[in-house]
């Protein structure tokens, strides 16, 4: 029930989407730099949304993908709103012609892309977050330095000619490495809720149809321009329904995923520790740091000569010594067992204990050894060294 209502909550927003992407559409009909600007806006305000969500979420997401992918969308929307603010009739930046709004486009994609690459490159380290702030902040300071201030960056749009080889060669490039995104992210697939890999990976489809749309048009306000915008906002809608929707509904699923596969991973290993060591000839227990028992395989049962339910939670008996080995005598109700303990740290459960293995010097019991003759020592009491 719970899966059916959620299919329908996503059939209905993307249907109230695909409304408001037709009324977007519609708005060029009355002014291009309109359309254009709302296209922009929303893709900017997904970009810095979800840089909120990964930001504030930095210190529980173990998915490193969505952490580079929200700090580089940051970046990306800030080009994208020089892009905006440059473009053709917006009236701000009146002196750099229209090549400029070009320049910033390719600029924001070669950020996009990157970020998707890197992020896919990454989602099984860990990131710094601060690092991949300042990385990022390095890159974009660059490109905008290379446009506005040296002049360097190639000309992307020559004003009753079209596109130049530069910005079509770029397009082309930047869906190779989108492409090689996707690939990485399909490969890497158990990192990801498997609804959130789909909408990424249709959200990289997108937004390289969006690129080739934008290696076809001539002038600034031609068919294919608008087709790429209208491409662009199906592309970051998809991001936002990944990064920031499922983020907020389902933050288990998606900021939690790998968190919730170490969990069952450890769950096995711990059903699989338990299965080797009950099979063991050895005798082994686990106690917290106040000595009571948290776990004793079946031999350590038999040879401490009591039920598992008695021994659990009780306290063991024994000198617990971490990081020796000694020969002792555990005693029993029908006389005494020799056996050489060894005793290490390790955790139990999510908390510091000791680990005790016990092994027999002796198969069956017997009375214990008299040692009047041996005078008092420091292991009086059935506890001898063992090397």
Known sequence: MPQDTAGRRDVVSMLIAAVLLVAVAATRTYSF?????????????????????????????????????????????????????????????TAHGQDLPVQ?????????????????????????????????????????????????????????????????????AICVVLLASLLLLI????????????????????????????????????????????????????????????????????LFSDLKRSEEASRASGVQFRRLVDESPDGFVVVNQEGMVRYANARAVVMLGRTASELVDSPLGLPVRPGTAAELDIPRKDGVIRARMRVVETFWEGEAAYLICLHPLADRPHEPAQRAQQGPGPHRGGVADAP
């Open 187 to 254: 490969e890497r697939r158990r990192a990801f809720d498997p609804f959130v890999l789909q909408l990424l990976a249709v959200s990289i489809v997108a937004t390289i149809a969006s690129e080739m749309a934008f290696t076809l048009y001539i002038g600034l306000y031609d068919p294919a321009n608008m087709l790429g915008h209208l491409l662009k906002i199906v592309a970051y809608y998809l991001i936002y329904k990944a990064a920031i929707e499922n983020t907020l509904l389902r933050p288990y699923e998606v």
């Open 33 to 93: 730099p309109l359309f254009h600007s709302l296209a922009e806006v929303f893709s900017i305000a997904v970009a810095c949304g979800v840089f909120m969500v990964v930001w504030n979420a930095r210190r529980v997401v173990q998915n490193s993908f969505l952490l580079v992918v929200g700090v580089g969308l940051l970046f990306v929307g800030i080009v994208d709103l020089l892009h905006m603010l440059a473009y053709e009739g917006m009236g701000v930046f």
């Open 104 to 172: 910033l486009w390719i600029a924001a994609r070669y950020l996009h892309a990157a970020a998707f690459l890197s992020g896919a490159l990454l989602v099984r380290r860990r990131v710094i977050p601060e690092l991949a702030v300042l990385l990022f902040a390095a890159a974009t300071a660059l490109l905008l330095l290379s446009i506005f201030a040296w002049g360097v960056f190639p000309s992307c749009y020559v004003a009753g000619e079209g596109l130049t080889r530069f910005k079509v060669i770029s397009e082309y």
